[in-house]
Each structure stands twice: as structure tokens, then as C-alpha cells.
T-cell receptor
């Protein structure tokens, strides 16, 4: 059991640039989630996949954000035209049953 | 409107004593609750969970209590160890038994266990 992995762990970018993050879930897990955590807050739900289908998107996910999970395996989260307010920790989680298991996160800093 | 509240931003206890972390929720549709521990620069690590059909769940040094009428849950750690020092998040979801999806988190409580 290798756990949930995320890449990169850290990303520094300039405002206006596009960034893409990758998440590899635990292999037998069919559900995959993205969350965002800012300083002093708990993680906030962004979006959810069951296999390759994106079943829910939070209103936090503006149209600059897009997530995919081709073939129901790994997932990518892309942010276009980044803004300073996008600076946060982006967390991926996966589950098969009731418990979600989180990856180490990608820390995004937008300058 | 925060649906899951952890009103104590921090808690300090002595090694060997009990740590009690509290969590309140407002949404009566929540029926599955989880506690996660988080170290700096790492993702949350699952600790223990409880379904709304139970009022207690125990796993080693960790026990979670659920009071549905009060919409309150607590995490007890006995005995507390210095390695338990971390931020603890309470989370809730609607649906269990495979129909779950998003978690709603509290803001966390920083636990410091002093040697």
C-alpha cells in the first residue's frame, strides 16, 4: 500500500501563469477528491470523481480551475491565469469506503 | 456559515495525561464523523471515525465520543505522548456505507504535549 501521492510537493509561480498538479490515488480506490487548505483553515472541498466521472464541483472552483481523471486512475488539477489568492495547499484524497486518505499535498505560492 | 466548529484553537497538556479535543456541528444531515491529525507541510492522516449509529468508538489510545442530541463530538487521547503534538481536524460527511463524498472540516486544534 503506497498511499496517495502528489506531484509536485511545492510550486512557485508568477501571477498569470498556468499550473498543473497531479494526484495518484491508492490503486484500488475508485473515488478521488481535491481539497484546498489556506492558513488557519481546515481543508475545503473542491471536486470529486467516482472513477472517471466528475460528480460534483464546489463553487470555490472557478472557471479558471479544471480537474480531470482520465481512465479513472490518476487525476490532474489545472489552474489557469493564477492569482495571488490561489496560494494554498492543494490536497488530494482517495477512498473506497467511508474513509478518505490524503496525500502530502502540493503547496502553491503565487508571486 | 461554518457547519463544523472547533472552538479551541490550541490545547496544551502534560505527557501521560488525557487530551480532550472538542468539535460541534450544526448540520443534522451529517452522519459520519472523522478525526485527522496533521503535521506541518504534510497531508492530514486519518485517526479514527464514528458513525451516527454509535456513541463511542475506540482504537488504542484514541476514543471518539458522539452526542447526537447536542451535535457534539470529542476525541480523547490517553495517555498523551509528545509525538501526538499536531493539529487535529474534525470532519463530517453526509452519507456512509459507500455513498459518501465531500468532507466538511473544522478549523483545527493545535495540540501540544509537553514532556
Amino acid at each position: 500500500d503506497t498511499g496517495v501521492s502528489q506531484d509536485p510537493r511545492h510550486k512557485i509561480t508568477k501571477r498569470g501563469q498556468n499550473v498543473t498538479f497531479r494526484c495518484d490515488p491508492i490503486s484500488e480506490h475508485n473515488r478521488l477528491y481535491w481539497y484546498r487548505q489556506t492558513l488557519g483553515q481546515g481543508p475545503e472541498f473542491l471536486t470529486y470523481f467516482q472513477n472517471e466521472a466528475q460528480l460534483e464541483k464546489s463553487r470555490l472552483l472557478s472557471d479558471r480551475f479544471s480537474a480531470e481523471r482520465p481512465k479513472g486512475s490518476f487525476s490532474t488539477l489545472e489552474i489557469q491565469r493564477t492569482e495571488q489568492g490561489d496560494s494554498a495547499m492543494y490536497l488530494c484524497a482517495s477512498s473506497q469506503g467511508d474513509t478518505q486518505y490524503f496525500g502530502p499535498g502540493t503547496r502553491l505560492t503565487v508571486l | 456559515d461554518q457547519q463544523v466548529k472547533q472552538n479551541s484553537p490550541s490545547l496544551s497538556v502534560q505527557e501521560g495525561r488525557i487530551s480532550i479535543l472538542n468539535c460541534d456541528y450544526t448540520n443534522s444531515m451529517f452522519d459520519y464523523f472523522l478525526w485527522y491529525k496533521k503535521y506541518p507541510a504534510e497531508g492530514p492522516t486519518f485517526l479514527i471515525s464514528i458513525s451516527s449509529i454509535k456513541d463511542k468508538n475506540e482504537d488504542g489510545r484514541f476514543t471518539v465520543f458522539l452526542n447526537k442530541s447536542a451535535k457534539h463530538l470529542s476525541l480523547h487521547i490517553v495517555p498523551s505522548q509528545p509525538g501526538d503534538s499536531a493539529v487535529y481536524f474534525c470532519a463530517a460527511q453526509k452519507g456512509s456505507g459507500g455513498s459518501n463524498y465531500k468532507l466538511t472540516f473544522g478549523k483545527g486544534t493545535l495540540l501540544t504535549v509537553n514532556p
